[in-house]
């Protein structure tokens, strides 16, 4: 019997579900489809040769926003999304904070 082989063009890092079980159709078009998933889990912040790999991925990507925006929603996530890091991340979500206290 033949096994015919099967390529997954998926970004490797970013899940298939969401943990609430909604699928990421977003995921296809992904620039870091094929990349090695090591790229978005830098070491340490100080990584600045393999941030800058995955944030190369990052900058033209078709679907930065969807992943920034699932990132954003989940402050239990590592690594590089939407061309942000954890750090960028914490910063974002406390001007959404600051910004949505100011309007109320
Ligand atoms: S924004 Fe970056 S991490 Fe997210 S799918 Fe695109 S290339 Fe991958």
Redesign the pocket.
Known sequence: MEVEAVVIHE?Q??PRALPDGQEQDW?AA???LDSDPDL?FPISTKDSWSREL?FE??RP?Q??EE??GVALADPRLTG????TDEIDRQRLRANRRRRSEETT
Request: hydrophobic share 45%; with cysteine; aromatic share 10%.
């Open positions: 970004p890092h970013v995921r992904a620039a870091c978005f995955a991925h990052c990507c679907v930065r992943c920034l590089i999304w939407g061309g």
